[in-house]
């Protein structure tokens, strides 16, 4: 489980191919980047188990539905990604919970500068619909980010100076694809809602009017 709080970027050292199965390095971009064997990672967003470790430079495998399911699927040499390890029991939450498990892919459809921070649309796939709310929580790439606005199939998110220089979100533009993650809590009530309900909106409105609502 992470917190969605990148601790820092790290570079795709070797990207070695095999059947459905992917190995994958990535240096990490600090020294102090510590992870022993079987540990997790998030690795823009994806949680993936550290299997061995050279120095600093440090080694994963991916299957086929973690590669069908991310953009880990295109991985190349020389990417840049976000890098966030395992949350501490009795570790700060200063962002949400973030459990690593992607959604879907999402694509970026425009950027607004403000002054330094960015005001990013993003196009989701429309079964992530029941999960975007207004000032709810997403993740990105791996990264904590609030719903400033959504509409359709498309969320919108802010980007601060510190959060633009800190992860790769100054590398991505319109066009680029990014890794998505609900809140896991939001699926969880929908989950609840859709048993108490028999699965039909009709009926959650009907329920919510017989209790007064």
């Known amino acids: 489980m992470f917190t969605g709080l990148i601790e820092c970027m790290g570079t795709v050292k070797s990207v070695n191919r095999s059947g459905t199965s992917v190995k994958i390095s990535i240096v990490p971009g600090?020294?102090?980047?510590?992870?022993?064997?079987?540990?997790?990672?998030?690795?823009?967003?994806?949680?993936?188990t550290?299997?061995?470790?050279?120095?600093?430079?440090?080694?994963?495998?991916?299957?086929?539905?973690?590669?069908?399911?991310?953009?880990?699927?295109?991985?190349?040499?020389?990417?840049?990604v976000n890098l966030e390890r395992a949350l501490s029991l009795g570790g700060r939450l200063d962002g949400h919970l973030v459990l690593g498990h992607v959604d879907g892919i999402g694509t970026i459809t425009r950027d607004l500068d403000l002054n330094g921070s960015i005001q990013r649309s993003i196009r989701f796939p429309g079964e992530l619909r029941p999960f975007m709310a207004f000032k709810g929580s997403v993740a990105v790439d791996g990264i904590s980010l609030t719903i400033a606005d959504t509409a359709n199939d498309e969320i919108t998110i802010s980007l601060i100076?510190?959060?633009?220089?800190?992860?790769?979100?100054?590398?991505?533009?319109?066009?680029?694809?990014v890794n998505l993650e609900c809140d896991v809590l939001a699926r969880y009530i929908h989950n609840m809602l859709r048993k108490e309900t028999g699965g039909s909106g009709n009926s959650l409105l009907a329920k919510l009017e017989g209790l007064g609502y």
């Open 50 to 80: 550290v299997e061995k470790s050279c120095g600093r430079e440090l080694f994963f495998s991916a299957v086929m539905e973690t590669l069908n399911r991310s953009s880990l699927g295109s991985i190349s040499h020389g990417r840049k």
């Open 161 to 177: 100076p510190l959060t633009i220089s800190k992860t790769t979100m100054a590398h991505k533009k319109a066009g680029d694809v």
């Open 30 to 48: 600090i020294d102090d980047f510590n992870v022993p064997d079987g540990g997790s990672v998030s690795v823009d967003g994806v949680c993936l």
